[in-house]
């Protein structure tokens, strides 16, 4: 199974900022899926998008996707310091119905 | 959706002993999943638990080590067994539905 690569590590910005997060993968994939985990706790879902979709807007959140260079995007606009937490892409593979994980991006946003 | 409760929350425990894990969902699921994050890693897949079946493992974890019960479409357990300081992670349960959804986790400790 394939598993996406965050990147940066770690961002730490400002309120108000935009916070961007990329994750690349390597194989086909059905959908990507991005999630966010507060201090260790359970995983919770932020947004889907599908192989034959480019982008998707859920509230502050902007998804990316493409799909040749088989990398996606997370920005969080006007960044606020409750959405400091770890971001993780979850990309599922064709074929497959678990999609797995990266060590995510640490974001730190400072009031 | 799914709703999914997860104890104990966490626990400190001694080296040598077991732990079990409860995973409680709010509705019946084909399949459970359980997962382990150790300090500042990502999630990975320990095991695919079936209703009326052996679960199934991963590379790399067998069943002596993480037996796992599915006794109905809605509960599933993970003992952690013969514990050493190694197993201390966070261990997170959860379904599948398009996206998955996840227990809030049970932060391990083994002195």
Known sequence: SQQGEEDPQALSIQEGENATMNCSYKTSINN????RQNSGRGLVHLILIRSNEREKHSGRLRVTL?????SSSLLITASRAA???SYFCAPLPGGSY????GRGTSLIVHP | SAVISQKPSRD???????????????????????YRQQPGQSLTLIATANQGS????????????FPISRPNLTFSTLTVSNMSPEDSSIYLCSVYSEKLFFGSGTQLSVL
Not at chain 2, 14 to 28: E, M, N, P, W
Not at chain 2, 54 to 65: L, W
């Open chain 1, 66 to 70: 493409d799909t040749s260079k088989k």
């Open chain 1, 32 to 35: 990507l899926q991005w999630y």
């Open chain 2, 54 to 65: 052996e679960a199934t493992y991963e590379s790399g974890f067998v069943i002596d080590k």
């Open chain 2, 12 to 34: 400190i425990c001694q080296r040598g002993t077991s732990l079990t894990i409860q995973c409680q969902v709010d509705s019946q699921v084909t399949m459970m999943f359980w």
């Open chain 1, 98 to 101: 678990i999609p797995t994980f």
């Open chain 1, 83 to 85: 959405d400091t937490a």
